[in-house]
């Protein structure tokens, strides 16, 4: 496909469970981003890949959340011990350019995530 | 922190008028500036960006920026039912810090067109 594309789309969690999030950029994106974002607010951001280097986890909000890009292509987002809060859409969005100010992201689906 | 803010809305406009929606941004050393537009349910896709200050027109939308008055706006000519959404205001910082910091989105205005 040509877009990002995310899985699960929907995802259930009771409390306490561990979550794996998938995103499978556009080819050739050098740039990976993660965005949490919760009912009626604009995405915040979780953490930034350039090809496999993780540059900036600056947002992720506890130890409980891990990212990963190992290859520079598909990255998984895990939420170890899910709790309540956790519980919004996270979104993947891919860039081609890794530096400069070009930054035209594009966004995958998005995964729901609920925490009960 | 760096903040971007946006009037959340819903901001109603009837069909064939032009809706404006505005940003404003604290960090003076922003350089890149984006619109995008959410359907509900849906994630966000890219409308405009705009580097430099001034106009910059893509069909029915004009992006403008005054980096003066750290302040970015769209403008979306000819309204239609199907401009309906939420219209996120994106801001890059300057190229200091980390990259989550200089990344912020608004929380969005709801735009309203009415048929």
């Known amino acids: 496909g040509a877009g990002v594309s995310q899985s699960p789309r929907y995802k259930v969690a009771k409390r306490g469970q561990d979550v794996a999030l998938r995103c499978d950029p556009i080819?050739?994106?050098?740039?990976l981003f993660w965005y949490q974002q919760a009912l009626g607010q604009g995405p915040e951001f979780l953490t930034y890949f350039q090809n496999e280097a993780q540059l900036d986890k600056s947002g992720l909000p506890s130890d409980r959340f891990f990212a990963e890009r190992p290859e520079g292509s598909v990255s998984t987002l895990k939420i170890q011990r899910t709790q309540q809060e956790d519980s919004a859409v996270y979104l993947c969005a891919s860039s081609l350019t890794g530096t400069g100010i070009s930054y035209e992201q594009y966004f995958g689906p998005g995964t729901r995530l609920t925490v009960t | 922190q760096k903040e971007v803010e946006q009037n959340s809305g819903p901001l109603s406009v009837p069909e064939g008028a032009i809706a404006s929606l505005n940003c404003t941004y604290s960090?003076?050393?922003?350089?890149?500036f984006f619109w995008y537009r959410q359907y509900s349910g849906k994630s966000p896709e890219l409308i405009m960006f705009?580097?430099?200050?001034g106009d910059k027109e893509d069909g029915r939308f004009t992006a403008q920026l005054n980096k003066a008055s750290q302040y970015v706006s769209l403008l979306i000519r000819d309204s239609q039912p199907s401009d309906s959404a939420t219209y996120l205001c994106a801001v890059i910082g300057g190229l200091h810090g980390g990259y989550g910091q200089n990344f912020v989105f608004g929380p969005g205005t709801r735009l309203s067109v009415l048929p």
């Open positions: 960090d003076r050393g922003s350089q890149s």
């Open positions: 080819s050739g994106h050098v740039s």
């Open positions: 705009i580097y430099s200050n």
